[in-house]
């Protein structure tokens, strides 16, 4: 199994009244698609990561690594 981080860089265009910094992505997303702000992806870049690294990334962002990574395959 590959592991990969993506980095996507996102626009959003938006008025004053849309708090969009306090916002999940989720509701970013929503907000684009649904809302009254404008979105588009600017950038958009991919590389692969060992186990170990993806592990490190998903505890960084307050997941446990067993959401992606099989428990036989505990980095």
Known sequence: MKYIQSTITLVVLHTDDT??????????????????SSGA???YESKELTKNE?????TAQGSDPSFLIPEEEDA
């Open 19 to 36: 708090p969009i910094d306090q916002m999940s992505i989720v509701e970013v997303g929503d907000e684009i698609c649904s809302g009254g």
């Open 41 to 43: 992806v600017i950038n």
């Open 54 to 58: 993806m592990a490190d990334a998903l």
